[in-house]
Every structure is written in C-alpha cells, then in structure tokens.
Nanobody
C-alpha cells in the first residue's frame, strides 16, 4: 500500500492550500483517515480526521479554517487549508487505516511573508 501526499508549498499568511493524499488501495474500505503535522522541534499532532461514516474531527487550532474530505472515485484524501498562519508551518502527513495504519511521506507547508 502506498500513500502519496502532495500539494504543500510556500504560501503567505492568509493564503490557502489544498493537500492531497492519493492511495494505491481503495479508501472506500478504510476505517479511518487523517492528516497530521509535525513542526520543527515539536511532536507530531493530529490536524483533522474522518471516519468511514464521515464523522470529522479537527484540532482546535485549525477548526473553522481547515476542511478534510475524501473522493472515493479517486481514492484520495484532501485537506483544504484556508486563512493559513505562520504557526501552521510544518510537514503534513496523511494516514489511512485499513485495520493496519499506513502513513504517507510528508509534504512541507511553509507559511511566511
């Protein structure tokens, strides 16, 4: 199973980015999917998650600014990020669970003027 995360980059404060995580296996049967991030010198933290039933959960720091979604046809998980702040700077990882957890390689998001 491979997860390919992409879409990161350099963006100014207040800007937007959409991260994508393409899976080599259908995500329709996934139990749980999510986006996580790790800033320099900090532990990896959960940003947004979505269950198989569509229930979502967001970190307080991104609530109202980020939105997680999925496209079964494309077997892709998304994270729409808006109103980005410098403190959102981190490497972002996707994780998909089909009983076993699989992590994608990270994609760097840098928010800076």
């Amino acid at each position: 199973v491979q997860l390919q995360a992409y879409g990161g980059g350099l963006v100014q404060p207040g800007g937007s980015l959409r991260l994508s995580c393409a899976a080599s296996l259908s995500i329709r049967s996934a139990n749980y999917m999510g986006w996580y991030r790790q800033a320099p010198g900090k532990q990896r933290e959960s940003v947004a998650t979505i269950t198989s039933s569509g229930n979502t959960n967001y970190a307080d720091s991104v609530q109202g600014r980020f939105a997680i979604s999925r496209d079964y046809a494309k077997s892709t998980l998304y994270l729409q990020m808006s109103s980005l702040k410098p403190e959102d700077t981190a490497v972002y990882y996707c994780k998909v669970t089909w009983g076993t957890e699989y992590w994608g390689k990270g994609t760097q998001v840098t928010v800076s003027s």
